[in-house]
C-alpha cells in the first residue's frame, strides 16, 4: 500500500473546511426554522430550497473540496474527473434537500425528524463516496468497510441530532448549537471515511494520471460557491423582506377589524373643489319635521 497524507498543509485544511461546514449548516438551519414559520406552503417551500443549498452546497460539498486539496499521495499525482465532481455536488443538494423537506413539511414528530435526517446523513455519505470515486490516482484506490461503516453512523446519527435542535428549539442559540454539531459530523463524517482509504500503486512507476488537478478546479469551484452563496443570501433577504411587510399588513387589517368606526386613509381631496351639499334625503326630511312642528290654526 502507498503512503497518504490528509494534512498535507497542516491545520489550514481542516479548520477551514470546518469553517465551511458550520456556516452553511448555519445558514441552513436558520432557514429551515424560518420555513417552520411561513405562513404558506409556497414561502415553506421556498425557505426549505436555500437552506439545502446552503447545507448540500456550501456545508458539506465546499467542505469536501477544501478537506480534499490536504489530500496528497506523495508517490503518485492526485487528479480528479470533474464531472463526477459537480455529479457529487447535485447528490449533496438533492438528498438534503428531501431530509430537509421530510422534517420541515407537516406536522412535527419523531419519525419525520428520523426520516429527515437519515435522508440527510445519507446525502452526506453520497456526497463523500461519489466525490472520492473522482479522485484518479496511478494505481487502485480501495476501503476499510468497517471504517466505511463508522463514517455512515456519524453521519445519520449527528445529522439527526442537528434536525432535531432545529425543529424543536428556534432560538439562535439553540440554532448555533445545531450548526457546530452538524459542522463536526460533516468533518468528522469526511475524516472517518478518508481513514479508509487504502492506495496501490500500479506497478512499474507513477506514469500519466487523467484528471484536473485540485489548484485547477478550485477557481470553478469557488466562483460557483460564491454565486451560490450570494443567491442564498439575495432570496432569503427578499423572503424575510416580503414576510415581513405582509406581517405588517395583517397586523393594519386585525387593527381596522377590531376598531370600529376606522377610517382607510385615501387619497387626499383637492382644495379647490367645493364643500359636499347635503344630500336630497336630507333636506326632505328636515321640511317634514318643520311641519310636524307647526300650531294648527
Not at 132 to 142: E, N, P, Q, Y
Request: aromatic share 8%.
Amino acid at each position: 500500500m502507498a503512503e497518504v497524507h490528509h494534512f498535507a498543509y497542516g491545520w489550514f485544511n481542516p479548520v477551514t473546511a470546518y469553517l465551511m461546514a458550520f456556516i452553511g449548516s448555519l445558514l441552513g438551519l436558520v432557514c429551515t426554522a424560518r420555513a417552520r414559520r411561513a405562513p404558506t406552503t409556497g414561502r415553506r417551500a421556498r425557505w426549505l430550497v436555500i437552506a439545502s443549498l446552503s447545507i448540500g452546497g456550501t456545508g458539506i460539498w465546499l467542505m469536501h473540496f477544501m478537506a480534499m486539496i490536504g489530500f496528497d499521495v506523495p508517490a503518485s499525482p492526485v487528479r480528479y474527473d470533474p464531472v463526477v465532481t459537480f455529479i457529487s455536488l447535485a447528490l449533496a443538494v438533492v438528498t438534503v434537500g428531501i431530509g430537509l423537506f421530510i422534517a420541515g413539511q407537516g406536522r412535527r414528530s419523531a419519525t419525520r425528524i428520523v426520516a429527515g435526517g437519515g435522508f440527510t446523513g445519507l446525502g452526506v455519505v453520497a456526497m463523500h463516496y461519489s466525490g472520492m470515486a473522482a479522485m484518479r490516482v496511478a494505481g487502485h484506490v480501495s476501503y476499510d468497510f468497517g471504517l466505511v461503516g463508522a463514517s455512515v453512523v456519524i453521519a445519520v446519527v449527528a445529522a439527526t441530532v442537528a434536525l432535531w435542535f432545529t425543529v424543536t428549539v428556534s432560538t439562535m442559540r439553540a440554532i448555533i448549537a445545531a450548526a457546530a454539531v452538524m459542522g463536526l459530523a460533516v468533518c468528522g463524517m469526511h475524516y472517518t471515511g478518508m481513514a479508509a482509504i487504502r492506495v496501490t500503486l500500479d506497478t512499474g512507476g507513477t506514469g500519466q494520471v487523467a484528471g484536473l488537478s485540485p489548484f485547477v478546479l478550485i477557481v470553478p469551484i469557488v466562483l460557483l460557491s460564491a454565486l451560490c452563496l450570494i443567491g442564498v443570501t439575495f432570496n432569503a433577504l427578499q423572503a424575510m423582506t416580503q414576510e415581513e411587510f405582509d406581517g405588517v399588513e395583517a397586523t393594519r387589517v386585525r387593527h381596522r377589524a377590531q376598531v370600529p368606526g376606522t377610517v382607510i386613509p385615501g387619497p387626499r381631496a383637492n382644495a379647490d373643489q367645493p364643500a359636499p351639499v347635503n344630500p336630497p334625503f336630507s333636506l326632505a326630511r328636515s321640511l317634514a319635521d318643520r311641519n310636524r312642528t307647526k300650531i294648527p290654526r
